[in-house]
C-alpha cells in the first residue's frame, strides 16, 4: 500500500480560514475528488515524500501516464496495421506488374557454397524467433483493437496472457541468436568500393542494365545493418521494459515503449521485403539458405564480382557433385554403377 | 468435459502407458538374448564401461571442432529441460499434489526463466541443424522429427501458460504433456533411460577386448 505524504498546496486550500463565507460542516458528495484533480493538475512538481523506498515512488498520480496511454492508442495502434498493410500492398502490386525476377538463361544446375550450416542455423534461428515475436508482439499492440471486436474479450485477454509470456521469455534469445549473427556475418558487411552504384542504380530494378555486386550487394548489407542497429535498440528496449525493478523511471520505460514499437514495425514492413525479395521475389534465391548453395548463373546476375573470384578459385560444382553432396545420386549415374 | 477428459481419463492412461512402455522396452532390452562371449578378456569390462558412461560426456578432441553447435545446443538443452521438468515450481508443485506425494524446493522464478530459455534456444539450434545439413537430414527419421516437434510443442505450450492466470491455458500444456507421454516409450525419446545402459554396454565390449576409444 503506497503512503505518501504529500505537502499540497490543496489541503490548504481546503481549510476554514480561506473559506470563511462558507458554513461549518457541509459537505460535498465526494470530498475526495477536488484534492485528486488538484493533485493531477496542479503545475507543481507532483513528487512528495514516502517512507516506501523506491523509484518513483513518491509520485502519487503520474499525470504523463494519461498522455502516453493517449500517444499509444493514437499513433502506434493507429499507423502500425496501416504502415503494415501498405508494404503488403506495395509487393502485391510489384509482383503482378513484374513477376518473379527471372535469370537469363535460367539455372544452371552447377552450384557454388554461399552459406555454411552454421551461417544457415544462424540465419533461420534468428528468424524463426523474429517471426514469433512480431506475431505475438503485433497481437498485444493492436489486439485491442483489431481482436477484441472478431473474438471477444475473453479469447483476447487468454491469447494477450500467452503473447505476453512468451515474448518476454523469448526475447533476450532473440539478442542472442541477433549476437551470433554479428560475429558470423558482420565482416562481410562492410560497406564497399561500388556499393554506391548499386544504390544509385535501385539494385537494378531501375532501367535493365546489370549492377554489379559483391558477396552481398547494396542491399542485402544494409538490411543486414537495419536488423542489427534497430534489432540492438528492440533488444535493449525490451529488456528495459521487461525488468522494471532496475531502477528505471516511468519516463524511461515510456520512451523504451516508444523505441520497441517504432523499431519492430519498422523492421517487420522491411522484413516483408526481405521475406518477398528471398523466396517468390527472385529466382534461385531461397536456395542460398535452404542448401547453402546457389547457382552460379545467379551468381553472375546478382554478384558478379564473387562469381569471378569462385570461378578463379575453382569453386563452382557441377550438378553430379552438389546431388553427391546432398545425398541425391543423379539418375545417369545410378544405372552407371548400377545402384538403387 | 473436456477438462475432466484432460485432468482425469487421458492422465491416468497416458500416464500408464508411459510407465508400463518405459519397463516394457527397459526389460526388452535387459532380457534380449546375449551370445556369449568366449573370447579371452584382455582387459576389464566393468572398467570400460565406467569409462565409457563419463568419457561420453566430453566428445573426442579430434571431432571437437566440427560439432562444437550440436554440444552446446546439446548441453544447453538437456540441462534447461532437466532443471524445468524437475526444478520449476509449478512442476515440483504438480509433481507433490497429483504423483509423489512430496515436494522438494523449486527454482527461483529468474531461474526458472533462464533455464527455459537454454532450453527453447538449444532445442531450436538443434532441430535447425538437422533440417539445414545434408548428411544430417538424410540420417534423420520421421520419429526424430516427431519426437523434437512434439518436445517443443510441449514446451510452448508451458512457455504460454507461464502467467498461470488462465485454466485453459494449463490445460493445453497438459494435454500436450499427455501427448508425450504416450509417445514417450515407442520413440527416440526412450534415449533419456537408456543412453547410460548403451554407453555401459558399448564400452564394456570395448573394454572387454582392451579397445582404448
Known amino acids: 500500500m503506497l503512503v505518501v505524504l504529500l505537502v499540497l498546496p490543496v489541503a490548504n486550500a481546503s481549510t476554514p480560514q480561506q473559506h470563511k463565507d462558507y458554513p461549518q460542516g457541509v459537505s460535498s458528495i465526494s470530498p475526495g475528488s477536488d484534492l485528486w484533480r488538484e493533485v493531477r493538475q496542479r503545475d507543481l512538481p507532483i513528487s512528495g515524500i514516502t517512507q516506501v523506498q523506491g523509484v518513483e515512488s513518491g509520485v502519487l498520480i503520474n499525470a504523463d501516464g494519461d498522455r502516453w496511454a493517449r500517444f499509444r492508442i493514437e499513433n502506434p495502434v493507429r499507423y502500425a496495421p496501416i504502415v503494415l498493410l501498405v508494404v503488403v500492398a506495395i509487393l502485391v502490386l510489384f509482383y503482378a506488374l513484374r513477376g518473379k525476377v527471372g535469370i537469363e538463361g535460367g539455372l544452371s544446375g552447377r552450384m557454388v557454397k554461399r552459406f555454411t550450416d552454421y551461417e544457415r542455423v544462424v540465419h533461420w534461428t534468428l528468424a524463426l524467433l523474429f517471426l514469433f515475436l512480431a506475431l505475438t508482439g503485433l497481437i498485444l499492440l493492436l489486439g485491442r483493437t483489431l481482436l477484441i471486436p472478431l473474438f471477444g474479450h475473453q479469447v483476447f485477454s487468454l491469447l494477450a496472457s500467452a503473447s505476453k509470456e512468451s515474448h518476454n521469455l523469448v526475447g533476450p534469445i532473440f539478442l542472442v541468436s541477433l549476437i551470433m549473427m554479428v560475429v558470423s556475418f558482420a565482416r562481410r558487411n562492410i560497406y564497399e568500393k561500388g556499393d554506391l552504384t548499386w544504390l544509385l542504380k535501385g539494385g537494378g530494378f531501375i532501367g535493365k542494365s546489370h549492377v554489379s555486386g559483391g558477396f552481398f550487394n547494396m542491399g542485402e548489407k544494409s538490411w543486414y545493418w537495419m536488423v542489427i542497429l534497430i534489432g540492438l535498440a528492440i533488444s535493449i528496449s525490451g529488456l528495459i521494459l521487461v525488468s522494471p525493478n532496475f531502477g528505471q523511471g516511468r519516463v524511461i520505460m515510456a520512451i523504451s515503449h516508444v523505441v520497441h514499437v517504432l523499431g519492430a514495425v519498422i523492421l517487420i514492413a522491411v522484413s516483408l521485403g526481405h521475406m518477398y525479395m528471398g523466396s517468390i521475389g527472385t529466382e534461385g534465391s531461397i536456395e542460398a539458405m535452404k542448401s547453402g548453395y546457389v547457382d552460379i548463373n545467379w551468381v553472375e546476375a546478382h554478384h558478379d564480382r564473387w562469381a569471378q573470384q569462385v570461378k578463379e578459385n575453382d569453386e563452382v560444382l557441377t550438378a553430379e557433385e552438389f546431388a553427391r553432396l546432398h545425398g541425391r545420386i543423379p539418375e545417369s549415374t545410378d544405372n552407371a554403377t548400377g545402384q538403387s | ?213
Open chain 2, 1 to 213: 468435459m473436456i477438462e475432466y477428459l484432460i485432468k482425469g481419463p487421458l492422465w491416468y492412461f497416458s500416464l500408464a502407458v508411459f510407465c508400463i512402455g518405459v519397463l516394457w522396452q527397459l526389460a526388452r532390452i535387459i532380457f534380449a538374448a546375449a551370445k556369449t562371449d568366449l573370447s579371452v578378456a584382455r582387459g576389464s569390462a566393468s572398467g570400460g564401461a565406467w569409462r565409457n558412461v563419463f568419457s561420453r560426456f566430453v566428445p573426442h578432441r579430434e571431432i571437437a571442432p566440427r560439432i562444437r553447435l550440436q554440444v552446446i545446443g546439446g548441453y544447453m538443452f538437456h540441462l534447461g529441460l532437466f532443471a524445468l521438468l524437475f526444478f520449476a515450481a509449478p512442476h515440483v508443485h504438480f509433481l507433490e499434489n497429483h504423483l509423489l506425494g512430496f515436494g522438494w524446493t523449486p527454482m527461483p522464478h529468474w531461474a526458472f526463466i533462464v533455464a527455459a530459455q537454454f532450453a527453447f534456444f538449444g532445442l531450436i539450434l538443434l532441430w535447425l541443424r538437422r533440417m539445414l545439413n545434408a548428411v544430417s537430414r538424410l540420417i534423420s527419421t520421421t520419429d526424430d522429427h516427431i519426437a523434437a516437434i512434439l518436445t517443443f510443442v510441449v514446451m510452448l505450450t508451458g512457455c504460454l501458460a507461464l502467467g498461470q492466470g488462465f485454466h485453459a491455458l494449463n490445460l493445453l500444456h497438459l494435454f500436450t504433456v499427455e501427448l508425450l507421454m504416450i509417445y514417450f516409450p515407442f520413440s527416440c525419446l526412450m534415449h533419456a533411460f537408456t543412453f547410460i545402459p548403451s554407453r555401459a554396454f558399448t564400452g564394456a565390449w570395448f573394454g572387454r577386448r582392451g579397445i582404448d576409444a
